[in-house]
């Protein structure tokens, strides 16, 4: 269970940055936000993942989402925010830094080769369970901006 232990950092843990992002897109008016899941598994995530040397925080997170969602046509809107935990293993402190995509692409192919991730799409008022509170908590804190961004963009 993920409890408020994740999000103290202890000592002699090492560091990782992360990056990833929110996906949204309109359909019918309403504004729905990109989720993956590995494969069998309930709980979704926002797609994210390490920065690698020499690479751009962006452009980290627009490789992850594409690794993890199979999202290439992506329009960067904003940086949304930096949120830091404990990795699943417990032995780094990662700080992800979040960005505000929209799209118009529906589909998805994930293409990470680790994991077998499939991409849903929900509205962003009716999310499912989300296996890391930060991120629900990201999306239901921003959720008013997130809505008036996106239907900004692309009116």
């Known amino acids: 269970m993920i409890d408020e232990s994740w999000y103290k950092r202890p000592p002699g843990v090492s560091d990782r940055t992360s990056a ?58 904003e940086k949304l925010g930096i949120r830091a935990r404990l990795s699943y293993d417990r032995v780094c402190w990662i700080t992800t830094h979040y960005f505000l995509f929209v799209t118009e692409q529906v589909e998805g192919t994930p293409t990470d080769v680790e994991h077998h991730y499939e991409l849903a799409w929900y509205p962003i008022g009716a999310l499912p369970a989300i296996f890391w509170p930060e991120q629900r908590e990201l999306i239901e804190t921003n959720r008013d901006k997130i809505i008036g961004l996106i239907k900004q963009n692309r009116s």
């Open 20 to 77: 990833g992002g929110i996906v949204a897109r309109i359909k019918n008016g309403q504004i729905y936000v990109a989720l993956v899941g590995e494969l069998g598994l309930t709980e979704r995530v926002l797609p994210k993942g390490g920065v690698e040397p020499g690479e751009s925080i962006e452009d980290a997170a627009r490789r992850e989402i594409e690794e993890e969602a199979g999202l290439s046509s992506l329009e960067l809107i």
